[in-house]
């Protein structure tokens, strides 16, 4: 048997990667998704104000 | 034989994906999502569709981390009772520290990033749930006085307020009136589950009424809550919060509630074994209902008010 075959095992945890990945993914598209948000609205404005002031 | 089939034996019973995400008790969260939902669109201040969406999912965020950490500190009791047997930690999927790691980890992500995306009042408030669920119930009343998801439940009340303050940067008296419906709402709940669950709580040694003061007392106790609960809920038809839509939900679900919680006061032990406890599962499952359906009847009157199909009571 060669041992580059896929074991039972890797592919229990194929599913747990791919979960992980996509919760990464889901993070980063909503803190840039919150970022555009913010600057969009403004929100932002007032930190920038008291910075320059 | 692989090599990879050597030491396959101790990964057995080794957690998949669902296993984590059942840490954070995705059933609770359905109730913390959708009254934390309600309460941000019912507040008056309109909230960006984005900002929203992330302001529920940090709250959901924060009630599965409070989940988890009760996961943690409670895998001895969960390990006892046959209905949370199966929970990742005494089912052997998930260890005690990696449940306090996701615990830890997931709350200060959700309450940072809920301060940021709306409010410091709103994360602050947030913060003190899940300090609230975790060590005011889980650690210190949980296993100490019968009067535990009494007080607890306040835990599982603060999401609307939550959403609410993520909107007006304010608690106001309709966000107190979301919070006491659920905090009222909770007992009664919760004591049909535990007539009906019979011997768990016994089992695992934890204080509910139905262990300290009896079943009798604990059918007593149903009734007076629910009685306490209709006059919260329907008076709350007529303030700010409340509109058509909301009192004729009130009304009717609240005289199935009623109507439910006088037949469990009305039963005795040999009765309810007799068919296998119909009206107290009846209750409990019409309590799920009557939760749902009076913060819809909220969020639609407040709709309904916003697109100007009625007025609103003031």
Redesign the interface.
């Known amino acids: 048997?060669s041992?580059a075959?896929e074991?039972?095992?890797?592919h229990?945890?194929k599913?747990?990667n791919?979960?992980?990945g996509l919760v990464l993914a889901a993070a980063i598209a909503?803190?840039f998704?919150?970022t555009i948000?913010k600057v969009g609205?403004g929100d932002f404005g007032n930190a920038l104000q008291e910075t320059q002031n | 034989?692989?090599?990879?089939?050597i030491n396959?034996a101790s990964?057995e019973n080794?957690?998949?994906?669902g296993d984590?995400?059942a840490l954070l008790k995705p059933r609770v969260m359905t109730l913390v999502v959708f009254t934390a939902f309600v309460g941000l669109l019912a507040a008056p201040t309109p909230v960006?569709p984005?900002?929203g969406f992330?302001a529920v999912?940090f709250i959901a965020l924060g009630g599965g981390a409070s989940g988890a950490l009760n996961m943690w500190y409670d895998a001895d009791i969960d390990a006892v009772m046959k209905r949370t047997a199966k929970r990742p930690i005494p089912a052997g999927k998930v260890t005690k520290d990696e449940a306090f790691a996701i615990g830890i980890a997931l709350s200060a992500f959700a309450v940072v990033?809920l301060g940021?995306?709306t409010n410091w009042l709103a994360a602050g408030l947030l913060a003190f749930t899940i300090f609230f669920y975790v060590v005011i119930y889980t650690m210190w009343l949980k296993r100490w006085t019968p009067q535990n998801i009494v007080i607890g439940g306040a835990a599982g009340a603060f999401p609307p307020m939550i959403g609410w303050a993520a909107a007006t940067g304010t608690v106001s008296v309709e966000a107190v009136l979301m919070f006491c419906l659920t905090f009222m709402w909770t007992p009664p709940h919760f004591w049909a589950l535990a007539l009906f669950m019979r011997s768990d709580y016994d089992d695992a040694g934890v204080p509910m009424l139905t262990v300290t003061h009896g079943r009798r007392t604990t059918r007593k106790h149903i009734l007076a809550y629910t009685i306490l609960l209709a006059v919260l809920a329907i008076g709350t038809a007529f303030t700010s919060l409340g509109g058509p839509v909301y009192l004729a939900t009130a009304l009717v679900l609240n005289a199935l509630f009623l109507k439910g919680a006088v037949a469990i006061w009305r039963r005795d032990e040999d009765m309810s074994e007799a068919d296998n406890f119909k009206v107290e599962r009846s209750f409990f499952k019409l309590s799920l209902l009557y939760l749902f359906a009076h913060f819809g009847a909220i969020l639609v009157d407040a709709l309904l008010v916003r697109v100007g199909l009625i007025g609103g009571w003031a």
Do not use: W
Not at chain 1, 7 to 10: D, G, S, V
Not at chain 2, 1 to 5: E, G, H
């Open positions: 048997m041992i075959k074991h039972e095992l890797h229990r945890r599913g747990r791919i979960g992980l909503l803190i998704g919150l948000v609205t | 034989m692989s090599d990879a089939s396959s990964f080794e957690a998949q994906f984590y995400f960006h984005f900002i992330c999912l990033f940021l995306a």
